[in-house]
């Protein structure tokens, strides 16, 4: 100790506002790399990486399976009624009686729908 008076243990005024000022610009630095790795991280996940259109393309893959479930039972069916048509004499006379209005000879045919109405000159 050499005669020469010290002010308290923070030292001269100078060095501490210093090392304050260098300790709120560390915090700030940090607390903006943080917002931006907050920031940047859901975006990168999200858009960049692909995992919306994983996302887009699963429902598009759930539609596509769905369609296909619905063609599927569409096919049976209409093999079903081919495998008709092809055996069965009775399948044959109702579709060519539904579908192209054939009738057995003797038979007599009523029209109940209206008539159309005729355009007059």
Not at 15 to 41: C, D, I, N, Q
Not at 63 to 80: G, I, P
């Amino acid at each position: 100790m050499d005669g020469v008076p010290r002010g308290s243990d923070n030292g001269p005024a100078g060095p501490p506002m210093r090392r304050e000022t260098k300790t709120w610009a560390g915090r700030l630095a940090a607390a903006a790399v943080v917002s931006f790795v907050l920031a940047y991280g859901p975006y990168h996940l999200y858009a960049r990486s692909g995992l919306a259109r994983t996302i887009t393309l699963g429902r598009d893959l759930a539609a596509m399976r769905a369609r296909n479930h619905e063609l599927a039972a569409e096919n049976d069916r209409l093999e079903r009624e081919a495998r008709a048509l092809r055996d069965d004499p009775a399948a044959i006379e109702r579709v060519a009686r539904a579908d192209l209005g054939w009738v057995r000879p003797g038979e007599i045919v009523v029209d109940l729908e209206k008539p159309s109405p005729r355009a007059t000159p």
